[in-house]
């Protein structure tokens, strides 16, 4: 079994500063890019940033210059530093990763994974 665990969400004022935190665990082999993603209520996941293995990145024009997602691959798990937080921010965030999994019979194959979510509060 695989998964990706958030951490790091909750309230804050506009103008303040959150950073969420997200682990892969289980039977990986290789993760190759992870991301955060977010959704606002009846609106589809939409990405927010983006990063590869070897560290190259990609952001949605709305956070760039204030959000920051960075990684350790070492421990499989990516970051994302928010700063100057504005009320749009607010939705549940999701982590994302594609792996190569690798199963007990020592096959594999790749897979997208999700993490359950984290709500981002940001207060007018």
């Known amino acids: 079994q695989v998964q990706l665990v958030e951490s790091g969400g909750g309230l804050v004022q506009a103008g303040g500063s959150l950073r969420l935190s997200c682990a892969a665990s289980g039977s990986i082999l290789t993760v190759n890019s992870m991301g955060w993603y977010r959704q606002y209520p009846g609106n589809q996941r939409e990405l927010v940033a983006v990063?590869?293995?070897?560290?190259?990145?990609n952001y949605a024009d709305s956070v760039k210059g204030r959000f920051t997602i960075s990684r350790d691959n070492a421990k499989n798990t990516v970051f994302l530093q928010m700063n100057s937080l504005k009320p749009e921010d607010t939705a549940v965030y999701y982590c994302?990763?594609?792996?190569?999994?690798?199963?007990?019979?020592?096959?594999?194959?790749?897979?997208?994974?999700w993490g359950r979510g984290t709500q981002v509060t940001v207060s007018s």
């Open positions: 994302n990763a594609d792996i190569i999994r690798i199963t007990t019979a020592h096959t594999t194959y790749a897979m997208k994974i």
């Open positions: 990063i590869t293995s070897g560290a190259t990145t």
